[in-house]
Structures are given as structure tokens and as C-alpha cells.
């Protein structure tokens, strides 16, 4: 029960929670809004002057017993491979698959189904096993299909025959090649 107090404070303290922003964002446009500390020796939000944007401070954290957890109760676990999400606790734990390819994270999807681990960043785990099928089988079949092409691309197609010319002797070519030249000069 304490657990669920305390998540309910955090939810409260992080409504609470102002948006640091950088200063002067909101009138400049070349200024990126993501908060940077002020440093100027006037700055009137460095000094906390009353009516200047919040400051980041120590007073707007969370509870330190559940800083990392997830609003659902679990802390999120990063899992690339079987033997990282073997060690995990279903009770107190969620998994967050990590950058995997589609074969590793179809086995990591099954694998928390059947041990009954939370996965945090799947909303639907059968219909996400479902699509990874769905791309593997296509992808698949793709493959399959270019490579029938690139076997019939390299079957050269029987082209028809050109009659050779019997090969003529040195007479008869000088004598085509002076018919060129008259026709020429002509």
C-alpha cells in the first residue's frame, strides 16, 4: 500500500511540475527552448526573483523508494537478449525491448508471455508477434521472388542465329573496296 501512496504523490508532485524552460525562449526565437542552468550575474531566474520561470531544484523531485518506476508499479528493465530477461522479477520488474532485429524480438515477445513479464514498450504482444510473421513471411517471399529473377536474368535468351558471310578472299576484298573508293570520288 505504501507503494501505491507513493505513486500517487509522485503523480501529484509531476502535475505540479513546471516546464523548465531556457530563458527567454518564450521571446526569442533563436533560443532553444530546452533548459540550460542561467549563468549571467544579472539574471533575475538565477537569482529567483519572485514572477521569473522556476529553476530547476532538488524540491521537485520524485520520492527517492520509487524515483525510476513506471506508473504501472514496475521498474523498467532495458532487455536485448533471452539471458538478461531470464533474470528478470516479474513482480517488481518490466521488460523494455531494446534495439533488436525482428527474429530476436519475436523469441523476446514469446518468451514474456509465457514467463508473464510486463512489457512496457508493447501494447498487444500477440498482435505484435503476429506482425513480426507477417514482415518475416514477406520479407521471405521477396527473397525468394528476386532471386527468380536474377536466375532468369542470367539465362541469356536464344537469339536468332545471323547467316555468316563465307569468307572472302583478299581478291575480292580489294576489289569491294575499290567499288568504295570510286563511289566516293564520284
Known sequence: MVKMELLKLKAKINAKRPQFKHYDAHKRKEVNPAWRKPKGLHNKMRKGVWGRPA????????????????????????????????????????????????????????????????????????????SIDGKLASRKTEKKELQKRKEAKGKPEEAPKEEKKEALTKEQENEEMQKLVTQRSA
Open 55 to 130: 529553476t530547476v531544484n532538488v524540491g521537485y523531485r520524485s520520492p527517492a523508494a520509487i524515483r525510476d518506476m513506471h506508473r504501472n508499479g514496475l521498474f523498467p528493465v532495458l532487455v536485448n537478449t533471452l539471458a538478461e530477461l531470464s533474470k528478470i522479477n516479474a513482480k517488481t520488474h518490466g521488460a523494455l525491448i531494446g534495439h533488436v532485429g525482428g527474429r530476436t524480438k519475436k523469441l523476446l515477445l514469446a518468451e514474456c508471455k509465457q514467463k508473464k513479464i510486463t512489457v512496457m514498450n508493447v501494447r498487444n504482444l500477440d498482435e505484435e508477434i503476429k
